[in-house]
């Protein structure tokens, strides 16, 4: 049973690359992890080695969607109307 708190539902780098869709490298999904300063949720073993960070899948979501509306050359902020001096 939870507490009151909400889970955080986490993807490695590895995760993200293999569920994106329109998909990114493994190396571009890191770049969006420092480009947004996303901090790790917690940590998932894989086996061997070190635990890999996980990262809020929402969070990656957003970062994801906001590179994809760069790469189709739309801007991120729709352009201020402005009104021609009469």
Known sequence: MMSGAAEVVGWTIEEAAALLDPPMTAEE???L?????LHPTGHRRGG???PAPTYDQAELLRAH???VTIRAGHPLVPAP???PIS
């Open 81 to 83: 109307r402005i009104d």
């Open 29 to 31: 999904i890191r770049a």
């Open 48 to 50: 061997r080695g070190r």
């Open 33 to 37: 992890v420092l480009v947004f300063a």
């Open 65 to 67: 969607a906001a590179a």
